[in-house]
């Protein structure tokens, strides 16, 4: 789709169209119609990366003046691993998922510690694949998603 195809629609069918592409929240994509025209689609691609990576920036900057140092660990690969799980158990997709799915998991990581469980990777692993199992859109996207169906079966 092209640049000149977004810039013809109105906001309704604009957010309709993008919706879902952005964290599916259609108030972000919403707001980004306001922006528009659109050189191309680089552009509006470039709407969305750019808080996303200022926001990664900041934390990364918070974190190494609030820690004092960056140390080898906070780079090593299960670090990524860890942002994976957040997400995912979190819910794929949505605003709150990784919010929800990391307190979720420093919480559970913290308990575990305090009682003196030293596998903890291999409890938060089971969880992982119990939520992906059987709560297919993470904990908050399975919430989200029984909430809206309520509302709707209500109408």
């Known amino acids: 789709m092209s640049s000149d195809v977004l810039a013809a629609h109105d906001r309704v069918a604009f957010t309709a169209l ?5 964290e599916a929240e259609p108030w972000v994509a919403d707001a980004v119609w306001e922006r528009a025209p659109f ?13 996303s990576a200022f926001l990664a920036g900041l934390g990364g900057g918070l974190f190494a003046i609030a820690h004092g140092f960056v140390s080898l660990d906070t780079v090593h690969w299960t670090t990524s691993g860890e942002a994976v799980i ?23 990581e913290d308990r ?6 030293t596998l903890v990777g291999l409890i938060t692993g089971s969880i992982f694949v119990v939520v992906v199992l059987a709560f297919r859109r993470g904990i908050w996207g399975t919430v989200r998603a ?10």
């Open 18 to 22: 993008l919706g879902q592409a952005f």
């Open 86 to 108: 957040v997400v995912v158990l979190g819910g794929i997709g949505t605003l709150w998922g990784g919010v929800i799915g990391s307190v979720l998991l420093v919480w559970l």
């Open 39 to 51: 050189a191309s689609l680089d552009e509006l691609v470039d709407l969305e990366a750019a808080p």
């Open 112 to 117: 575990l510690s305090v009682a003196g469980f």
């Open 146 to 155: 029984l909430f809206h169906r309520e509302r709707d079966g209500r109408r």
